[in-house]
């Protein structure tokens, strides 16, 4: 079963900045918070991943709290593009743990 | 230049019949994966190969078998086929060695739609 929790839809304006919550109260010391979209009918697509500190690439920043309990995605900009589901996945590295194991995820759309 | 494909898109068969899906990847990465996305939108990893030797086998039925030729390539193929196994299929790839920032991070194919009528 996931090990996280997300809220299954939220809504975002159009070049307003998109934060997507996850509880992951149960995550271990060597687990990492991975987040992958699936865009319709595609396959999921990376986003970032981070152990404890917080991280940020080309497409996102994620938060992570410093009880490693929670984390924010922030898309700083949606675009209607970025409608998509949201997953929040934690996993530990390599091996057969570093499954990954598919929650539900957070459905967001992106609205002009 | 894309770094995971799957053949065919879409694959429409008959019950019983036996089919494949092809799996291959250009990013040097040595472990493969395959998933199963089911009508409900759940993903669920079936198996991985690292280095040609399987790793993980989730309790899917062995009418399922991955067969690896090489390191870029993993083929799912399915035997007598039932109408539960319709589904989208995933294939996805990692490196899993080494101490690079952005190791194990799975990347996906675009997917391949079977129907079983």
């Known amino acids: 079963d996931a090990k996280t929790t997300q809220p299954p839809s939220m809504d975002c304006a159009e070049g307003r900045a998109a934060n997507l919550p996850c509880n992951h109260s149960?995550?271990?010391?060597?687990?990492?918070v991975y987040w992958y979209r699936q865009i319709h009918s595609q396959g999921p697509q990376y986003i970032i991943h981070?152990?404890?500190n917080n991280e940020t690439n080309e497409m996102a920043s994620l938060i992570i709290t410093e009880d490693r309990k929670s984390s924010t995605l922030i898309l700083p900009h949606a675009t209607l593009r970025d409608t998509a589901v949201y997953y929040c996945?934690?996993?530990?590295?390599?091996?057969?743990?570093?499954?990954?194991?598919f929650g539900k995820g957070t459905k967001l759309s992106v609205k002009p | 230049d894309t770094a995971v494909s799957q053949t065919p898109k879409y694959l429409v068969t008959q019950m019983g019949n036996d089919k494949s899906i092809k799996c291959e990847q250009n990013?040097?990465?040595?472990?493969m994966y395959w998933y199963k996305q089911d009508s409900k939108k759940f993903l669920k990893i079936m198996f991985s190969?690292?280095?040609?030797?399987?790793?993980i086998n989730e309790t899917v039925p062995n009418r399922f078998s991955p067969k690896s030729p090489d390191k870029a390539h993993l083929n799912l193929h399915i035997n007598s086929l039932e109408l539960g196994d319709s589904a989208v299929y995933f294939c996805?790839?990692?490196?899993?060695?080494?101490?690079?920032?952005?190791?194990?991070?799975?990347?996906f194919g675009p997917g391949t739609r079977l129907t079983v009528l």
């Open positions: 996805a790839s990692s490196l899993t060695s080494g101490r690079a920032r952005r190791a194990d991070t799975q990347y």
């Open positions: 149960t995550i271990s010391g060597n687990e990492y």
């Open positions: 981070g152990l404890k």
């Open positions: 996945i934690v996993r530990a590295y390599g091996g057969s743990q570093g499954n990954l194991i």
């Open positions: 990013l040097g990465h040595d472990t």
């Open positions: 190969y690292n280095n040609k030797e399987l790793i």
